[in-house]
């Protein structure tokens, strides 16, 4: 089985090229949704309290939106909450792979592919682009977010310009050309 990336910027729209790749019945492991339900993990929760406070807490719970106020505003809070997560999402991947092990390939989408190193976990990188203005404008209306803490989280990742150095494939996803041919070219590459 190879193993393969997916990163891009928040907004790029990682997911929905995920969801065609899931349509052509390959596996997807969603790193970021795994990470966030590890936020529940009792152990993990103990440590965010020590060292954050109830602030970051709604009940018995980590409020989100509230802990990425506070990490993406600290890159130092955000390298501690990292170095808790990123072992244990790392793992997990691993119990995943060995759980879809008859796939020909798998796909791994992480924003932080790189800044995390979790690249170093697969064989191929995808990287999906979109113009900034775009970037913005989908996370603005898809999380009902500030521009200025959009902007914040754009920062605080590794550039296109980079990610796609480091790549073995690029989309653009601009909304102006159709991602469903160049999805199949790169399938049609990882099934060869």
Same mark, same amino acid.
């Given at each position: 089985m190879i193993r393969v990336g997916i990163t891009g910027g928040i907004g790029s729209g990682k997911s929905t090229v995920c969801r065609v790749f899931e349509v052509l019945g390959i596996p997807v492991y969603?790193?970021?949704?795994?990470? @966030? @339900?590890?936020?529940?993990?009792?152990?993990?929760? *103990?440590?965010?309290?020590?060292?954050?406070?109830?602030? /970051?807490f709604d009940g018995d719970h980590i409020d989100r @939106?509230?802990?990425?106020? #506070?990490?993406?505003?600290?890159?130092?809070?955000? *390298?501690?909450?990292?170095?808790?997560?990123?072992?244990a999402v790392k793992k997990h991947f691993l119990d995943w792979c060995d759980a879809h092990s008859?796939?020909?390939?798998?796909?791994k989408e992480a924003a932080i592919l790189f800044e995390s190193e979790a690249y170093k976990q697969v064989q191929k990188v995808?990287? #999906?682009?979109?113009?900034?203005?775009?970037?913005?404008?989908? #996370?603005?209306?898809?999380?009902?977010?500030?521009?200025e803490e959009v902007e914040k989280r /754009?920062?605080?990742?590794?550039?296109d310009e980079e990610k796609i150095k480091r790549s073995d494939f690029v989309l653009l996803n601009d909304e102006q050309q159709s991602l469903i041919p160049e999805i199949l070219k790169i399938h049609q590459k990882l099934m060869s």
């Open positions: 969603y790193a970021d949704a795994e990470a @966030k @339900k590890l936020l529940d993990d009792p152990a993990i929760l *103990a440590i965010l309290l020590e060292k954050f406070g109830k602030e /970051i @939106k509230k802990l990425a106020a #506070v990490v993406f505003s600290d890159p130092e809070k955000l *390298a501690f909450l990292n170095s808790i997560i990123h072992p008859d796939a020909r390939y798998v796909l995808i990287t #999906v682009t979109a113009p900034a203005e775009v970037r913005i404008a989908r #996370v603005m209306k898809r999380d009902g977010t500030a521009r /754009i920062a605080s990742q590794l550039n």
